[in-house]
């Protein structure tokens, strides 16, 4: 802090006076500081998405694949059903295994009901996984839902 001394004007005391240099450098450094590090503190996050191609698909190559994929249905009231095939919770294991051996492929997609437990859903992926689903796929569109055997 600077000080003024009195010159005269009848007080003759000294008179406190505040010197901003010191605040002004400090300010300035730190404007540079942020200037510089601001632009180096942008993250970026690369992601390499596959090209696609727009291929003309033959309906009649679709109908004629004689293996539907295998998709395993888990409702809110627990039913567990393969392919339109109701299961219990402990044969969908030895059932996938059986499913899994008659096909070249291991892809198993799942459409699990949004009102079904958390829990009860990763045992069934857990049993799915079990039966020797090597890779498992949500679906992303819903099913429509069956009606149930009678």
């Given at each position: 802090?600077?000080?003024?001394?009195?010159?005269g004007n009848g007080r003759g005391g000294v008179?406190?006076?505040?010197?901003?240099?010191?605040?002004?450098?400090?300010?300035?450094?730190?404007?540079?500081?942020?200037?510089?590090?601001?632009?180096?503190?942008?993250?970026?996050?690369?992601?390499?998405?596959?090209?696609?191609?727009?291929?003309?698909?033959?309906?009649?190559?679709?109908?004629?694949?004689?293996?539907?994929?295998?998709?395993?249905?888990?409702?809110?009231?627990?039913?567990?059903?393969?392919?339109?095939?109701?299961?219990?919770?402990?044969?969908?294991?030895?059932?996938?295994?059986?499913?899994?051996?008659?096909?070249?492929?291991?892809?198993?997609?799942?459409?699990?009901?949004?009102?079904?437990?958390?829990?009860?859903?990763?045992?069934?992926?857990?049993?799915?996984?079990?039966?020797?689903?090597?890779?498992?796929?949500?679906?992303?569109?819903?099913l429509s839902t069956p009606e149930p055997p009678?």
């Amino acid at each position: 802090m600077a000080m003024t001394m009195g010159t005269g004007n009848g007080r003759g005391g000294v008179a406190p006076t505040m010197n901003v240099t010191p605040l002004v450098d400090v300010v300035l450094v730190l404007l540079i500081l942020f200037m510089v590090l601001t632009p180096m503190m942008n993250k970026k996050f690369w992601i390499h998405t596959p090209k696609q191609e727009k291929k003309e698909v033959d309906q009649e190559q679709v109908n004629a694949n004689p293996t539907p994929p295998l998709v395993l249905r888990a409702m809110a009231d627990k039913t567990i059903m393969v392919n339109s095939t109701t299961l219990a919770f402990e044969e969908l294991p030895g059932r996938l295994r059986r499913m899994f051996a008659a096909r070249d492929d291991h892809v198993l997609f799942v459409d699990i009901d949004d009102e079904l437990p958390y829990a009860f859903a990763v045992d069934v992926l857990d049993q799915a996984r079990a039966g020797g689903a090597v890779t498992i796929a949500a679906l992303t569109k819903p099913l429509s839902t069956p009606e149930p055997p009678r």
